[in-house]
């Protein structure tokens, strides 16, 4: 059995605020634990004691926030950005490096998985 929580299946028995945390792009364990507070839920609550009218104030908290697709897209943007200004950053991605500093000598699969040329 799930709960739906802003157009995401979350298992029933799961503490609240690690299902927001871990199904939920853009909200972490801190977001969500301030999201159970404004909607006022103690720390232990689990998803299947939620009613009706907690579920939407829940997403309407995720709604004010840039969370799932909006957020991918901001950040996809902003890469677009480095690349278009030709800064370092830009650069490195546009390369499929390491953006941050990270050395290529030895580790650099992941860099080369994620930046890729598309």
């Given at each position: 059995?799930?709960?739906?929580?802003?157009?995401?299946?979350?298992?029933?028995?799961?503490l609240v605020h690690l299902g927001l945390a871990g199904n939920i792009f853009g909200v972490g364990p801190h977001v969500a634990k301030t999201i159970c507070a404004k909607v006022g839920l103690y720390p232990q609550m689990r998803m299947n004691q939620l009613n009706e009218s907690q579920i939407m104030s829940i997403n309407k908290e995720l709604s004010e926030m840039q969370v799932e697709h909006q957020l991918k897209l901001?950040?996809?943007?902003?890469?677009?950005?480095?690349?278009k200004i030709k800064s370092y950053a830009g650069q490195r991605?546009?390369?499929?490096?390491?953006?941050?500093?990270q050395g290529?000598?030895?580790?650099?699969?992941?860099?080369?998985?994620l930046n890729s040329r598309r």
């Open positions: 059995m799930v709960v739906h929580v802003f157009g995401k299946a979350i298992k029933h028995n799961q901001k950040i996809h943007n902003d890469i677009q950005l480095k690349k991605h546009a390369d499929g490096y390491p953006v941050r500093g290529t000598r030895s580790n650099a699969r992941t860099a080369k998985k």
